[in-house]
């Protein structure tokens, strides 16, 4: 099961979950305005992904930070980097789909219609 990681009023979530509507793709919707990302399932994205790629850098979010968040969300300190994103979770990159569709594995993350329609034709 693939499962869609966002807020549900993010445009290019809307994007995102019209594309897998439209190809009929079945999918999970975790909402980080709703739920609570545990640490493994984090630590998973970080791996994944990279850091670099999961903390977006270029939302509200993550400007409003002190310098000394923005010095803990650009290291590598997976556990200090997630003691900080619990509580403000909208800083991740969004969306990223996760998971398995027809036993294949999924990981994508922010949306590029070409990219996706390849990765789950």
């Known amino acids: 099961m693939l499962t869609i990681y966002g807020i549900k009023n993010c445009n290019t979530m809307k994007k995102a979950f019209d594309f897998l509507a439209n190809k009929g793709v079945a999918h999970e919707f975790f909402d980080y305005k ?3 990302l545990d640490v ?5 994205m970080a791996q994944e992904f990279g850091l670099d790629k999961v903390i977006n850098k270029k939302g509200t979010t ?7 968040a923005k010095a803990v969300l650009t290291g590598t300190d997976v556990q200090a980097i ?3 994103v619990k ?3 909208s800083v991740l990159k969004r969306p990223m ?3 398995e569709k ?12 070409s990219e996706w329609a390849a990765a789950l034709a």
Do not use: M
């Open 34 to 36: 709703k739920s609570v």
């Open 40 to 44: 493994q399932t984090f630590a998973q």
């Open 62 to 68: 993550y400007r409003a930070f002190d310098d000394a």
């Open 82 to 84: 997630y003691e900080i």
């Open 87 to 89: 509580d403000k979770q």
């Open 97 to 99: 789909l996760i998971g």
């Open 102 to 113: 027809d036993g294949k594995k999924i990981a994508l993350i922010g949306f590029d219609e």
